[in-house]
C-alpha cells in the first residue's frame, strides 16, 4: 500500500509498520519531508529521491514524500481479546461500512478512544486499502482489525466471552442515561441502511444518541465517535 500523507508516514514509521521503500521529491526543503526521510534511513529503509513530475505520476497527490509498505496483516478476534487481557476489552464492530472514508475516520476515533480492537465482514464492506489508511492518518498501524466470514456468528461468541454487545441505532436507550461500563462492544451500521434487522436481534440491547434537529441521522463515523467517547467517559468516571 502506498502511502502519501507525512502524518500516514510519520506514524507507519513510529508504529513499526513494514516499510519497504520511502520517496522524496528531490528539492523539498520542508523540514517535516527531510525529517521523516532521516528517520526512514535511520531505520535501514531505502530512501529513493525523484523529480516531482515523476513522484507524481508514480503516485498521484502527495506531500513530497510517499512511502510503500506492505499488505495490511488482519488480525483474528481471539488476537484482539488477547490484546485487551487485564483489561476490560472494548470492541467496535462494523456492519457493512462501505465508505473507505468514513472506514479511515472510524479507525481514527477507535484509537483515539482506546478500543481494543474492530471486527469487520469480509463482504459487503469495504477493507482496509490506501485510502482508508490516509483517511485514518497512520491509526490503522495500531488498531487490530479482524475481518470475519460472519458477524453474528462472532457476537455470539463474544457474549459466552461475557461481553456485552450494544447495536447503535435509533429506537434504543439514550446512551447518555445507559450504564456503559464492563466488557462491551458495539455494532455500528452501514452508512445507508444501519444495523441489519438480524444482527439487531444477536446484540443484548439498543443504545440511542437523542437528536435535537430536523435530520435524525448522522454521518457513521461521526456517530462511532460520539459513541465510543461516551463509552470512553464512563469507564474514566
Request: aromatic content about 4%; charged content about 25%; glycine content about 8%.
Amino acid at each position: 500500500m502506498i502511502l502519501t500523507t507525512k502524518n500516514s508516514i510519520r506514524e507507519a514509521l513510529s508504529s513499526g509498520l513494514t516499510i519497504n521503500k520511502v520517496c522524496v521529491q528531490i528539492g523539498d526543503k520542508d523540514y517535516e519531508v527531510q525529517k521523516l526521510a532521516s528517520l526512514a534511513r535511520n531505520k535501514k529503509i531505502k530512501v529513493e529521491y525523484l523529480p516531482k513530475n515523476v513522484l507524481d505520476k508514480k503516485y498521484g497527490k502527495n506531500q513530497g514524500i510517499t512511502a510503500e509498505t506492505v499488505e495490511f496483516t488482519y488480525s483474528t478476534v481471539d488476537e484482539i481479546l488477547e490484546g485487551a487481557e487485564n483489561a476490560l476489552p472494548f470492541i467496535l464492530i462494523l456492519d457493512g461500512i462501505n465508505d473507505p472514508h468514513n472506514f479511515g475516520a472510524i479507525i481514527r476515533s477507535a484509537e483515539c478512544a482506546g478500543v481494543h480492537g474492530i471486527i469487520i465482514p469480509k463482504d459487503r464492506a469495504v477493507a482496509v486499502n490506501d485510502t482508508v489508511i490516509k483517511t485514518s492518518t497512520g491509526a490503522v498501524s495500531n488498531m487490530k482489525i479482524a475481518r470475519v466470514s460472519n458477524i453474528n456468528n462472532e457476537i455470539e461468541k463474544l457474549k459466552k466471552k461475557g461481553l456485552w454487545v450494544w447495536a447503535a441505532e435509533a429506537g434504543g436507550s439514550d446512551i447518555y442515561k445507559t450504564n456503559l461500563n464492563g466488557p462491551i462492544a458495539v455494532v455500528i451500521g452501514s452508512e445507508g441502511k444501519g444495523v441489519s434487522k438480524l444482527t439487531k436481534e444477536k446484540c443484548d440491547g439498543i443504545i440511542s444518541m437523542p437528536m435535537m434537529g430536523k435530520v435524525n441521522s448522522l454521518n457513521a463515523s461521526v456517530a462511532t465517535g460520539i459513541v465510543l467517547f461516551e463509552i470512553l467517559r464512563q469507564r474514566r468516571s
